[in-house]
């Protein structure tokens, strides 16, 4: 069982540098207060989290918002630590913050591209943009500024009520959410179990000249472990260099080989890693079952 573990981790676990599409800029952020009633027996506690959808010409993407400042604040408290530390190598920890999983989509070319993690690992999945069958209304509001038409639609076994920006002309949106002839600003399922809420949009700040990162350096190689994959360019739309490529269908194998035996599992990623040059974990720690969130209502329903 081990072996063939080992064996199909191996097979997915070549790193690889992966460019998959042209990189677009942003030049727009929308953000969201995402709201996802994970488990319909504890409506009253919902999953919340800070995102933002950053929006280019021609792609957009999509991430925790939450998470781009945990970057940014470490990065500078790290810098602030290694200057008063006498050997420049200060002892401070990184605590992950936000969901880790992105969204690329490419409306032009009709491609969504999603990142998503396996403990260190950073997977790579291509697929269409879904089709979703939108009515537009007569309706108009106004959010932030931006006047807004709505529009219903049917996707993954919900129905979906949403704002869209005509101003904004990317057929473009949170999540995997698409199609409409302009940037989707505030979307809820009818039972309110998945929202997007608009909370605000702004223009992109000029980043800083590329390869600088917080400390100081122009290569990622010369970062200290703890800094490496935060030195990047939060307006550039594209994916991370450095991802293992693979389909849904087997990123879902992986995943539920993951949940099912998780020492396991990390044995064979750290293995895989150590012959293809990839990151390591120096252990796991496996808690009782039973005691971690309760998902009893997925986002994506099956149709019915």
Known sequence: MKKQLLLAVSLLAAFISTRAQKPDTAWLMVHYKFTYVRDTNNRAHPYTENMVLFVGKNASAYRSYDGLVADQQFKKAYAEAAASSPDGHPGINRMGRGSRTRYYQYPGEQKLFTMDVLMVNDYLIEGPMPAIGWKISADTATLGGLHCQKATGHFRGRDYIVWFCGDLPVHTGPWK????????????????EVVFKFDGVEKTVPSAPKGQSAAGNTDENDLPPILRGLNYDPNLIEPPARLVKTTQKE??????????????????INAANSRDGGP?????RVGPKGNGPVFNNPIELPEK
């Open 177 to 192: 959410l698409n199609g409409l002839p302009g940037v989707i600003v505030d979307a809820h399922d009818m039972k309110n």
């Open 251 to 268: 990123f879902d194998k992986l995943r539920t080989t993951m949940e099912k035996d998780p020492a396991a599992f990390a044995q064979a």
């Open 280 to 284: 390591k974990m120096d252990q796991v």
